[in-house]
């Protein structure tokens, strides 16, 4: 006798517990927190702009304008936001590894220096050799560490170690 099948809102939130949508909802969380840190320190008067509603786009908009991030971080930074959105209201979406080799191609062109670089220049021993998720763990974890050095003059080097010890 076979098994009953789940209903499809029961294999749907099996499928979306993905350790891609993990990585990617648990990131963007640290990177938030790390622009909200950025845009606290780099302000005369913080509690002037507290109450204000400021969504990913507009932290990252504002950290641009100040000239606390270029272009290239700027870039990163909103595809992980529109990457991050994706997966938090399309229920059946998920991250494709080529998805995950451009967000890795992209952060090396910002600057972040990667463990391993295959991982942004070879599409296919990238695939090989690591995970989709591997890959979205690498970008997001190289892109705090570039913006936490960028802004480095904002950090004492015990916060750096806190941050990134």
């Known amino acids: 006798m076979s098994q009953p099948r789940k209903p499809r809102i029961f294999r749907l939130f099996d499928e979306s517990a ?3 949508l993990h990585v990617v909802l648990r990131g963007h969380l640290l990177l ?20 204000l509603r400021q969504t990913f786009f507009t932290r990252v908009k504002l950290l641009r304008a100040t000239g606390r991030i270029g272009d ?7 595809a992980m936001n529109s990457l991050r959105n994706r997966l938090a209201h399309q229920l059946e979406f998920s ?16 600057g972040a220096d990667f463990s391993d670089d295959t991982i942004h220049e070879d599409r296919k021993l990238s695939e090989e050799w690591y995970s989709t998720a ?17 802004n480095e003059d904002l950090f004492s080097k015990e916060d750096i ?3 990134l010890g």
Do not use: Y
Request: aromatic share 8%; proline share 2%.
């Open 18 to 20: 993905s350790e891609e």
């Open 72 to 78: 290239g971080e700027q870039e990163i930074l909103l």
């Open 32 to 51: 938030e927190g790390l622009l909200n840190e950025i845009i606290r320190r780099s302000v005369i008067c913080p509690d002037a702009i507290a109450d």
């Open 134 to 150: 591997a890959v979205l763990t690498e970008v997001i974890s190289n892109t705090f560490q570039h913006l936490m050095w960028m």
């Open 95 to 110: 991250v494709t590894f080529d998805e995950a080799f451009v967000l890795a191609q992209t952060a090396a062109k910002a």
């Open 161 to 163: 170690s806190e941050f």
